[in-house]
């Protein structure tokens, strides 16, 4: 069969049980991630390769990558901002579009009475060592016509992943038998060799990629022996900047035969009592439907909201349900919320942020003058 005749929906069955592994299941850095992904999912490799291959050129996939912790490799946070509504397309696009550093772009609602219902615009954001996220973010405004913003980095991580295929099947309440263990993010200084390596690492992988053993080329392309590359690669997992090997479906538009991969995206909000944010966390990210958990600092803007979750479905009342079970889980277990919010996403694009010191130091030299030569000032 060739690719054009091969399935590409993700709920075809084949399909569906590669895609409930390769999505989040391949943690950390393997050396041959595809055959990986062929034994659990307990297909042939070829049929694993042309199954990737085929979604991947169809737009099912949107990108294969390794990804990184990359909290733990530049100074990142969730970003809020407030922004006229009559710039707030012109802002996303600009985000979207002209600043790499930011990654998830979300144009998010709230009940208009809710703490922070002016905040329409999130992004997440990052700045390798030496620069800071707090300049980056007054030259955004500068850039956009945003008038304020809320910078919330993670102290915090309880839970990271994908999984849509996988989570379409849990129910509300479903939990891991522990409360999820906290990731915490400390920066990991590199050496040039380790980032030849990672910047190989991360890149997105080509449909003409997607094929057995795939670190060889990359190694190829750092310039430098396989065993080398391999060995890099294990020392960065080691020193935990390495995330999984992932297909990443394209969750946001719809798909080229009409079906979508989730309809809502909810940021949920929880406000719990200082000194307890890592025992709440851990039992907030416990739970099967949350894609990310973080313990993150809201402020006054926010009502003092301290964790944060994510859930992505295509049944709102559904993920409300999902939130309620996680509420009534934490009231059993004697952790009182004393405020709670759900921000629902809108308009959305998705790109992985880059966190390379060069390319930084160049983009910021390249907008300040642009607004300079403008008479933007400070």
């Given at each position: 069969m060739t690719t054009a005749n091969l399935p590409i929906d993700h709920t075809d069955p084949v399909?569906?049980?590669?895609?409930?592994?390769?999505?989040?299941?391949?943690?950390?850095?393997?050396?041959?991630?595809?055959?990986?992904?062929?034994?659990?999912?307990?297909?042939?490799?070829?049929?694993?390769?042309?199954?990737?291959?085929?979604?991947?050129?169809?737009?099912?996939?949107?990108?294969?990558?390794?990804?990184?912790?990359?909290?733990?490799?530049?100074?990142?946070?969730?970003?809020?901002?407030?922004?006229?509504?009559?710039?707030?397309?012109?802002?996303?696009?600009?985000?979207?579009?002209?600043?790499?550093?930011?990654?998830?772009?979300?144009?998010?609602?709230?009940d208009p009475s809710s703490a922070g219902a002016e905040y329409r615009l999130w992004t997440t954001l990052k700045v390798p060592p030496g620069f800071s996220l707090e300049e980056h973010a007054e030259l955004l405004c500068r850039c956009t016509g945003c008038t304020q913003f809320r910078l919330m980095p993670a102290n915090g991580i309880f839970a990271l992943g994908v999984g849509h295929v996988r989570r379409k099947t849990i129910e509300p309440g479903d939990k891991a038998t522990q409360p999820a263990s906290m990731i915490e993010t400390r920066l990991a200084p590199l050496s040039e060799l380790e980032w030849r390596v990672l910047t190989a690492l991360k890149r997105e992988f080509r449909p003409e990629e997607i094929a057995p053993h795939p670190w060889r080329a990359r190694a190829a392309d750092a310039g430098l022996p396989l065993p080398v590359f391999l060995e890099v690669a294990q020392s960065l997992e080691a020193r935990g900047v390495i995330g999984r090997f992932s297909t990443f479906l394209e969750h946001v538009k719809p798909l080229r035969n009409g079906a979508r991969v989730t309809r809502f995206n909810a940021l949920f909000h929880w406000a719990v009592p200082p000194g307890r944010e890592v025992e709440a966390g851990g039992e907030i990210?416990?739970?099967?439907?949350?894609?990310?958990?973080?313990?993150?600092?809201?402020?006054?803007?926010?009502?003092?909201?301290?964790?944060?979750?994510?859930?992505?479905?295509?049944?709102?009342?559904?993920?409300?349900?999902?939130?309620?079970?996680?509420?009534?889980?934490?009231?059993?277990?004697?952790?009182?919320?004393?405020?709670?919010?759900?921000?629902?996403?809108?308009?959305?694009?998705?790109?992985?942020?880059?966190?390379?010191?060069?390319?930084?130091?160049?983009?910021?030299?390249?907008?300040?003058?642009?607004?300079?030569?403008?008479?933007?000032?400070?």
């Open positions: 399909n569906a049980r590669i895609l409930s592994v390769s999505e989040d299941k391949i943690h950390g850095f393997v050396a041959d991630p595809f055959s990986a992904i062929a034994e659990r999912s307990g297909f042939p490799l070829e049929t694993v390769l042309e199954r990737i291959r085929a979604m991947l050129l169809a737009g099912t996939i949107r990108r294969v990558r390794q990804t990184l912790i990359a909290t733990n490799l530049a100074h990142g946070a969730l970003a809020a901002w407030r922004v006229p509504e009559e710039k707030l397309n012109d802002a996303f696009d600009f985000m979207f579009r002209h600043d790499p550093f930011s990654g998830h772009v979300v144009v998010r609602s709230t990210g416990r739970h099967e439907i949350l894609t990310h958990c973080y313990w993150r600092e809201g402020g006054p803007e926010f009502r003092n909201v301290n964790i944060m979750a994510v859930a992505h479905g295509t049944d709102k009342e559904r993920l409300l349900a999902h939130k309620a079970a996680i509420d009534a889980h934490l009231a059993q277990r004697g952790i009182p919320v004393s405020y709670t919010n759900v921000f629902w996403g809108g308009r959305s694009e998705i790109k992985p942020s880059e966190i390379s010191p060069a390319i930084y130091s160049e983009w910021r030299a390249r907008w300040k003058a642009r607004l300079e030569a403008q008479g933007i000032t400070d």
